[in-house]
């Protein structure tokens, strides 16, 4: 197929909501009117996507797709970035209709796409995968609010050479009114067939069979914050930015691939679960309980396979690499092996659940509808720069209050440190924009630091737990037990010589002047 290189394309702002199904139970969906909306534009289709790219992948590493799909006699060429924002993907996408199915190579309106993908030559671009479905698909218009969507239900296979996947899904695109409402419209769906946020779209399914491209798991990125926000419109930034990097990481932990997706979904959570509590004063107190009781359910469902994850690879890795006799560590190793494909069995089945999804959207619906909960007055009269400087001199005091005489305290009471400090450090993460970037980074590589030494103090106790755990599940196996007396004589050596640099390491955070206080 060769590629014509003058085009002309339309850009148009996509926002959708994804589900996918087991392709066995999309009928129980499809055949859904929901309440409180009136259906037209019933259609019926089949269509073919054909994905391109070039050979080193350049539009996937720019974070998009090309295809062209054809559709009764039609055939129309797309490019369609592939980021999305909490569990919505909201995405710019170029159209442009072909009289065959010659691909051109696109003028991209985005420059610094542009500029990540380059210049192309006609032969470029080759084919990587394609994709047959049949799709269903209505117009909804809510009764309430007037807004306006398109529901999809797509049945179909993935092909690659030989290979094929078969799929099916759900879209619910946003065509005129409120995002809010494809929450609400998920949810009616939901409760008739067991729909699940995969994290995934065709294009990423297709990479994945093609050429064996697993999704990655995603860092947290600071929010960034205007001065002379209002509180509620700020909260409503932190609160997405901590559900995207949530939704993000759903692909590569659901693929049971990237042991860093579990632990970059737990923070994810506990940015959510500590922006709750710092702002807990601008929020109504039922809708803080009840949000923070869905966030608290899930982390507690990731919980015990990253604690194996940790043991693992850096617990059991760092004492085998210590010791004259790496072996004998060797049952706690096949011990703790099996113990952790058994959570991560118990965890992936957990978060395609229908329980999880609910609690997904109704998370994902809270945050857009925000403004509308009934939030104080001052949560709309306060500037997000006076409300920051507040917050992060309230939080500092707690961390120096539970730290005094920080060089005699006990676990326990280090624990309770490393807690504060964890939500200071989330604390200073979004708020920094507010301030000058280096003071406060610089700022929270202290908190790092010092947030890094009470967190192996922590991983310490988790592992000597789980030993205890498994010797418990094994008590005749006298190798785990002798493999567990090992590692606690190695932790208590490693927790002794490591005091020191957490003291010091402690007593640069209380010299550290609050960079907030300087107005600045």
Not at 43 to 49: P, S, V
Not at 89 to 104: A, F, M, P, S, Y
Not at 250 to 270: F, G, K, N, T, W
Not at 312 to 336: F, G, H, Q
Request: aromatic share 8%.
């Amino acid at each position: 197929m060769k590629v014509l290189l003058h085009v002309t394309d339309s850009s148009a702002a996509e926002t959708e909501l994804k589900l996918s199904i087991d392709p066995k139970k999309l009928k129980d969906v499809a055949s859904v009117i929901p309440t409180g909306w009136v259906m037209s534009d019933l259609k019926t289709r089949k269509l073919i996507n054909t994905y391109y790219d070039t050979d080193d992948l350049r539009f996937l590493k720019a974070g998009c797709s090309l295809r062209v799909r054809e559709t009764g006699g039609r055939f129309i060429q797309t490019i369609k970035s592939d980021s999305g924002s909490d569990a919505l993907h909201r995405r710019l996408e170029q159209n442009r209709e072909l009289t065959d199915n010659t691909i051109t190579a696109p003028t991209i309106d985005d420059p610094k796409l542009a500029e990540q993908i380059g210049f192309l030559f006609p032969d470029d671009l080759v084919t990587i995968f394609s994709n047959q479905f049949d799709r269903r698909s209505m117009e909804l218009t809510c009764t309430n609010t007037g807004t306006l969507v398109e529901v999809a239900f797509d049945k179909g296979m993935i092909r690659a050479g030989r290979q094929q996947q078969p799929f099916a899904e759900v879209e619910i695109e946003l065509l005129e009114g409120l995002p809010a409402d494809l929450y609400r419209l998920a949810q009616q769906f939901l409760e008739n067939g067991p729909l699940y946020l995969s994290g995934e779209t065709k294009s990423s399914r297709g990479y994945k069979q093609a050429r064996g491209i697993l999704p990655e798991h995603k860092l947290a990125d600071a929010p960034v914050l205007e001065p002379g926000l209002s509180v509620g419109a700020a909260m409503r930034v932190i609160f997405t930015n901590c559900f995207s990097q949530w939704m993000a990481n759903q692909a590569a932990l659901l693929s049971d691939h990237d042991p860093e997706a579990v632990h970059q979904m737990r923070v994810a959570l506990r940015r959510f679960r500590s922006a709750l509590s710092l702002l807990s004063d601008y929020l109504p107190e039922a809708e803080t309980g009840r949000i923070e009781r869905k966030v608290r359910w899930i982390a507690d469902i990731l919980g015990p396979a990253r604690d194996l994850d940790v043991f693992m690879t850096e617990i059991l890795a760092e004492t085998s690499n210590d010791a004259l006799t790496p072996e004998i560590l060797m049952p706690l190793r096949d011990a703790a092996g099996a113990a952790r494909n058994r959570r991560r069995g118990v965890m992936r089945r957990a978060l395609t659940s229908r329980r999880y999804t609910s609690a997904a959207l109704s998370i994902g619906l809270w945050i857009e509808t925000l403004d509308s909960i009934g939030l104080p007055d001052k949560a709309t009269s306060t500037d997000i720069s006076v409300a920051a400087n507040r917050l992060l001199t309230t939080q500092w005091q707690k961390v120096l209050k539970r730290g005094r005489k920080f060089e005699s305290l006990g676990y326990d009471n280090r624990h309770m440190v490393r807690i504060a400090l964890k939500k200071l450090r989330y604390a200073n993460e979004f708020f920094r924009s507010l301030y000058k970037h280096d003071k406060a980074r610089n700022y929270g590589r202290k908190l790092t630091s010092l947030q890094d030494d009470l967190g192996f103090m922590n991983d310490m106790a988790m592992s000597m737990q789980l030993c205890e755990n498994l010797c418990k599940a094994d008590p005749e196996n006298a190798s785990l037990a002798a493999a567990r007396g090992f590692l606690l004589g190695w932790q208590q050596h490693r927790l002794h010589q490591d005091d020191a640099g957490m003291v010091a390491h402690w007593r640069a955070f209380e010299r550290a002047k609050p960079y907030w206080e300087t107005g600045e």
